[in-house]
């Protein structure tokens, strides 16, 4: 790995932004614009139209006009990254290149899920999309939502070959992501695609992470990597601790309906979903009730 020190081409803390729906299903657009600039403070980027913004409902149509309204609308040096990640590569191409007029500051492109291809057809599908634009690309390898995982000898050899910047790495598996770091340069970047094992991705080589409890905590998940980053491991760990409780319930159930539903308490957005998503049945409202209170984003009775 090179000793030279590179700035994290997406910043450090990227939130994995919900998109807002009206009452009625359709994108809301002026609930956006308040997320934005709720979000703009906290973090460095959002990540448009991914999992958690519910993307595989969102038409093409959506997805663009999200990326597109979030680049007009934000502060400069705040990335907007489109996710155009399908299990089609000629689709994936035609978003990649539709985004990056829209404006996008980067891509991110997963795993291709349901037809699972080998090792080859995971280099000929990112590499395809890779090309399409001058963006740069973060894979997404999230085998507990595809099913399958993207082969480690293929990221490595994308880190050096392609356009390819960046992974969001949500497989659970620290010691792949330490055998990766120490296979990659240091212009290619890891990102914790699980909030709560941010901290222990860092100890390995990670330099940030794709978040959805930054809709919550941005300001503080970039407060204990600067920390950790600073040498202060003590207080790095003391935040990741204090707010282990919050990023777990975040995922009480599907992400990202706890999420959403803690916004909408927060007055940010409606707490409206696309099927097959649902709101919260009660006993997992109360809880979240409960920990909004604890962490107090909501007041006490």
Same mark, same amino acid.
């Given at each position: 790995m090179s000793a030279k020190a590179h700035s994290p081409v997406f910043g450090r803390v990227l939130t994995a932004a919900v998109t807002p729906f009206t009452a009625g299903g359709t994108v809301d657009f002026a609930?956006?614009?308040?997320?934005?600039?709720?979000?703009?403070?906290?973090c460095d980027g959002v990540v448009v139209a991914g999992t958690t913004g519910e993307g595989p409902t969102l038409s093409d149509k959506e997805r663009l006009g999200l990326v597109d309204f979030y680049k007009s609308r934000a502060r400069r040096g705040f990335h907007v990254v489109a996710n155009v990640g399908t299990n089609n590569t000629a689709e994936s191409v035609k978003l990649a290149r539709a985004a990056a007029r829209a404006g996008a500051d980067g891509l991110m492109v997963v795993g291709p899920y349901y037809n699972k291809p080998n090792a080859d057809g995971q280099r000929a599908h990112f590499t395809k999309v890779a090309d399409a634009t001058?963006?740069?690309?973060?894979?997404?390898?999230?085998?507990?939502?595809?099913?399958?995982?993207v082969a480690?000898?293929?990221? *490595? +050899?994308?880190? !050096?070959?392609? &356009?390819?910047?960046?992974?969001? #790495?949500?497989?659970?598996? *620290? +010691?792949?992501? !330490?055998?990766? &770091?120490?296979?990659?340069?240091s #212009?290619?970047?890891?990102?914790s695609g699980d909030d709560s094992l941010t901290l222990p991705m860092l100890a390995v080589g990670a330099s940030g992470v794709v978040s959805v409890a930054s809709h919550l905590i941005g300001r503080e998940l970039g407060d204990m990597i600067r920390a950790y980053e600073e040498g202060n491991v003590a207080e790095a760990r003391d935040i990741h601790l204090h707010f282990l409780e919050l990023m777990r319930e975040l995922f009480m159930t599907t992400n990202p309906i706890p999420v959403k539903a803690a916004l909408a308490r927060l007055g940010l957005c409606g707490e409206f979903y696309r099927l097959p998503l649902t709101p919260l049945n009660e006993p997992m409202a109360a809880r979240l009730d409960a920990v909004l209170r604890e962490y107090e984003f909501i007041r006490r009775d």
């Open positions: 609930a956006a614009g308040r997320l934005l600039k709720y979000l703009q403070p906290q001058e963006l740069p690309v973060m894979l997404y390898n999230i085998p507990g939502r595809t099913g399958l995982r480690h000898e293929v990221i *490595v +050899e994308l880190a !050096a070959t392609t &356009r390819v910047r960046a992974v969001k #790495d949500a497989t659970g598996d *620290v +010691e792949g992501v !330490a055998l990766l &770091r120490s296979q990659t340069l #212009d290619f970047f890891i990102y």
